[in-house]
Nanobody, 116 residues
Framework: VQLVDSGGGGVQAGGPRGLSCLAAGTTDSQNDMVWCRQAPGKQREWAARLSRSGGTNYADPVKSRFTITRDNAKNTVDLQMNSLKPEDTAVYFC???????????WGQGTQVTVSS
């Protein structure tokens, strides 16, 4: 399983940004997918989760602003981020938990910088 994160960059506060996680070597039925983030000087935290059954959960700081979805045609898990705030500045990582092998996989991370 290999995860490749993309889509990071700079954005003005209040604007949108979309991230994408390309999941190679696995299928959606085998994994829970999570977008996590790590701000400078802080611990990594989860932001949005998409279970293998299709259920979604969001951390309170991003609820109603972020949306996690799966694109089966592209084999990606995408994170649409709206109404971005400077405190959303972080490196965003895609994470997969594989239920068949109970293994965690991580993408390489993509930097999102929100300027005020």
């Amino acid at each position: 399983v290999q995860l490749v994160d993309s889509g990071g960059g700079g954005v003005q506060a209040g604007g949108p940004r979309g991230l994408s996680c390309l999941a190679a070597g696995t299928t959606d039925s085998q994994n829970d997918m999570v977008w996590c983030r790590q701000a400078p000087g802080k611990q990594r935290e989860w932001a949005a989760r998409l279970s293998r059954s299709g259920g979604t959960n969001y951390a309170d700081p991003v609820k109603s602003r972020f949306t996690i979805t799966r694109d089966n045609a592209k084999n990606t898990v995408d994170l649409q981020m709206n109404s971005l705030k400077p405190e959303d500045t972080a490196v965003y990582f895609c994470h997969a938990f594989h239920w068949g092998t109970f293994t965690n996989y991580w993408g390489q991370g993509t930097q999102v910088t929100v300027s005020s």
